[in-house]
């Protein structure tokens, strides 16, 4: 019962400082806006900011009115870590990316020690792997810090694009421009010394483990493999 109780309070504190994030937010008056996210917690604050990301999507008109308030947020304030894993998306990367790069977040982890690339990369809702976007993002000069973002590690001491091979179920032959851009995210990789062929064996452990036993595509998935890791596909046959 009583962690019902604590369950409950604290999603009516959420709902609370939503309601006081819309009427700072009608008030017109960005000092209120930014009190009022500086004055919630962790949870409220991402309860707000998901408001803010449904409100934007929900009224295009005011798009960049909402990303700018998101910006200004999180750049004085912090991105909270209840966030982090909700920008899995090429669609919330784009709403939050402002406020990513003026707060210099692109490394923020939550407590799975995820960067938001790990989110991004592990989640199987996207069609396919953004790889290319990311790419693409990688050549603006105000995302220089996002390569390093590639690097960073979490508690399973799997970078993103490792957590896309062992954890990513979506295995269907990538189109040529996302195969490319998983190449050259590769080679970023290289160049910044962020490729641990130690885990090579983890990562052919949970693919042969039973959330992806029989998954359709696993032979290119191993071609994926072996590009990262720079070995023999014939070799990664016999390990699976």
Known sequence: MAKYTNKAHTSQDATVAVTDMIQAIHSHNLARIKHCYEQATDTQ???QLRHCFEAASNHTSNYEHYQNITAHCISQHGLPTGVIAGINTTERVDFFMPALQAASAFNATNHQGNTFLHCLFANPANPLPPFNYIRSLLLFERNESLAEALIVRN???????????????LSHELPQHELTAWLALCEALRTLNGVNNDNLNKVMAHLSGPNMEGMPGNQHRLTLIASYYQVPVSSLSRMN
């Open 155 to 169: 508690h399973q001491g799997f970078n993103a694009l490792e957590v896309y091979l062992s954890f990513n179920p």
């Open 45 to 47: 604050r991402t309860a």
